[in-house]
């Protein structure tokens, strides 16, 4: 009985920091119309992240941070969850853009929010889409942009990590920028798929230590695999991608802020 009575007070609480998210949401959208330079309203979105975590009684363990010293990266973290972005954003500097699919562009609020704070929107549903989304994504890198993938492009409430595409690898090639794989784990138990309220508990992200782009086992596909090792070594999940055949270099795979949008 007490552990029912538990779990509807949590249920209570969970609705009404719900609702308070949603309020702050909308006033960090309207604020960031007001805020002139990107680089603080990134910072405005970091505090919102941080202070949803809060509310919903996540903790954050982070490791690795000093791996994201001065200077330009592209981070690559495995997709389990709607928390593995609000994560992303309470944690790395204010520097990194993120990219996603096209589709969160259009979603109420969030949409214009995203596109405030500099998000990179690729269309993955069209060959043109891609290549222009690879154009502008890799443009981005080559001038020094730090950027931020879930090259497994999408997440589902099977636990593993699955094959990797090979944008972000591409992209941090041609920018000459060093691949910083980034390991979250929690998040998948805190918010499953199907949830809307997460669950209190720990959220870990391990930062570990940059991949060069120099040399010549500095490829695009090499980065990749060796990513994945690195990334698996560290999840404690299994290989969803053993025994299938390797992505296909192309347009860059992209997380979103909506698993509806997939």
């Not at 992303?88 to 609020?109: C, G, I, M, N, T």
């Not at 991608?241 to 296909?248: C, F, N, S």
């Amino acid at each position: 009985m007490l552990r029912l009575i538990g779990r509807a007070l949590w249920a209570l609480y969970g609705l009404f920091a719900l609702a308070v998210f949603c309020l702050l949401f909308v006033l960090v959208a309207l604020l960031t119309v007001a805020v002139p330079r990107l680089a603080w309203r990134r910072v405005l979105t970091q505090w919102l992240a941080r202070i949803t975590l809060a509310m919903f009684g996540l903790r954050v363990a982070t490791s690795g941070m000093g791996n994201l010293a001065d200077g330009s990266f592209v981070v690559v973290a495995n997709h389990s969850s709607y928390l593995d972005g609000v994560l992303l954003q309470a944690v790395l500097p204010p520097r990194f853009s993120f990219v996603v699919k096209h589709e969160a562009a259009s979603l109420p609020v969030a949409g214009f929010l995203l596109g405030r704070i500099g998000v990179e929107f690729v269309d993955r549903h069209s060959h043109g889409g891609r290549q222009r989304g690879a154009r502008r994504v890799i443009q981005r890198a080559e001038q020094g942009h730090s950027l931020v993938f879930f090259p497994e492009g999408t997440f589902d409430a099977t636990p593993g990590l699955k094959r990797f595409h090979a944008g972000a690898f591409t992209a941090a090639v041609r920018g000459g920028m060093p691949v910083v794989p980034v390991v979250i784990r929690g998040a998948r138990r805190a918010m499953p798929g199907h949830t809307i309220i997460p669950r209190p508990g720990r959220l870990e992200l391990e930062i570990l230590e940059p991949l060069p782009v120099t040399g010549p086992d500095a490829t695009p596909d090499r980065l990749r695999e060796e990513a994945r090792r690195r990334m698996l070594a560290r999840l404690d999940e299994p290989d969803l991608a053993a025994g299938t055949p390797a992505a296909q270099c192309g347009g860059p795979a992209v997380g979103t802020a909506s698993r509806n949008a997939r």
